[in-house]
């Protein structure tokens, strides 16, 4: 019985007879010969339909295939050095499942609109197909580091009653009769898990009710964030770069052909595979700026195009340490060396692409940390949960946060980071 295998396993079939199931990308006849453009979910290559190597029905039924027509094909796989993929196969057999027509993504030029109007189809296509199998990389690199190094996979709730950051705006809802939000963050949760565990990470989607009108924002998206009792921030900035090297390595290593696909120039990925991030001062940071002629102070955040300037002087993730404590959230513990800033670190991704995790040591003195929620003007009532960590068996520990989505734009090289995401739901669709 010729064996069913999927187009990404034709190295192991080369000048055997397979069968597939395909959908047709693209096509063109030449006389005699019809090329095939195929897909399978795990790859594309080419199908060859020779008119003397088949029945007149199946020639005439390739020739009348039209785009994403699905249909079943046996053949021989041979290898052909001038694809990307590096094999074809010459299709002796086809029997057609369905065949319509009027696909609305054809060949020609769309614009970024219409294509995530019809992302539903557009996942399809070779870019974004691209995208998502380095996506699905990165997140079992994710996993696979963080089970290596003894963590715990911890799930924060979705629906919570307070804000971990304090500022940002939250979707309300309502839950029965309480005021509930979408969680913009499962940092707060992740401690708990911490204290109990040690170390924990927590992986799933997170919510900001933020207009997202830039190319880095979204209003749903992903966050991986690790929490560590008996870890300082030293320590902490240590697991970071072993992590996000580990990632980047390992997209290295699998995703050659959809890094080939995006036309990423891997020679820029390789230096974050290496390690050896530089740590920067904030301070140092605000003078790399004023040096460039932005329009910065001491105190204030960096913007967008502040770390795009900065990102742009390395050329592998670095990190931004010790910021304000007035710019920063409530829990971050202060810098014991200068009271005005905190204990915390953005890493910055290079060629312009900015901020894609931060974390910082957590406050772990019961008073003091009371003192900054008061301070942040937030109810002690709602957070007293929170205290009760610090109350009962506080131990110094540290955790960040990364931006999934912002992480795959990098690595791939994404003008926007919508790209970045399988299906973008209506509130993440790009505002006027």
Known sequence: MTELISIRESAKHVDEEVHMHVWLTDKRSSGKIVFLQLRDGTAFFQGVVRKNNVSEEVFEAAKGLRQEASFYITGTIHEDARSHFGYEIQITDLEVVSNNEGYPITNKEHGVDFLLDHRHLWLRSRRPFAIMQIRNRIFKATVDFFENEGFVKFDAPLLMHSAPEGTTELFHIEYFDHDAYLSQSGQLYGEVGAEAFGKI?????????????????????????????????????????????????QVLEHCEYELSILGRDVDKLKPAAEGNYTRLSYDDAIKMLQEGGRDIKWGDDFGAPDEAYLSEKFDRPFFIVNYPVAIKPFYMKKNPENPL?????????????????GGSEREADYDTLKAQIEEAGLSLDDYSWYLDLRKYGSVPHSGFGMGFERVIAWICKLDHVREAIPFPRMINRMQP
């Open 201 to 249: 990470f927590t992986f799933g989607p997170t919510f900001r009710a933020e207009e997202s009108k830039t190319r880095r924002h979204l209003t749903e998206f992903w966050m991986m964030e690790p929490e560590m009792a008996w870890m300082h921030q030293d320590e902490s900035l240590d697991l970071q770069e072993r992590f996000l090297s580990y990632v980047v390595g």
């Open 341 to 357: 800033t905190c204990l915390c670190a953005d890493v910055e991704a290079p060629e312009g692409y900015g901020e894609i995790m």
